[in-house]
């Protein structure tokens, strides 16, 4: 059973920082492309980074600079770190790993960033 387990979010003041992690179970992790995006109310979902299984990273632009994406294959682990946090980064932050197929998704874990 795969599972993807989002944690680290939270309510931040802007400007502060934030770090996500995301637990992958069930899948073998190395050949996975890791991604996070977000969604805010009303909003589509976006991609915030990924991270390839070179280690090769992609940024939206908004978030370059800002965020690191990061992957522990120790740890089965996708991080994101959050730094200069916005009122509008608030929104449900997801998981995905893709391979072949369709891909997998975590439950989301909420970032609140306070003005």
């Known amino acids: 059973q795969v599972q993807l387990v989002e944690s680290g979010g939270g309510l931040v003041r802007a400007g502060g920082s934030l770090r996500l992690s995301c637990e992958a179970s069930g899948i073998m992790f190395s050949r996975y492309i890791m991604t996070w995006y977000r969604q805010a109310p009303g909003k589509q979902r976006e991609l915030v980074a990924r991270?390839?299984?070179?280690?090769?990273?992609n940024y939206a632009d908004s978030m370059k600079g800002r965020f690191t994406i990061s992957r522990d294959s120790a740890k089965n682990t996708v991080n994101l770190q959050m730094n200069s946090l916005k009122p509008e980064d608030t929104a449900t932050y997801y998981c995905?790993?893709?391979?072949?197929?369709?891909?997998?998704w975590g439950q989301g874990t909420q970032v609140t960033v306070s003005s």
């Open positions: 991270i390839d299984t070179d280690g090769n990273t």
């Open positions: 995905n790993a893709h391979w072949f197929g369709e891909p997998y």
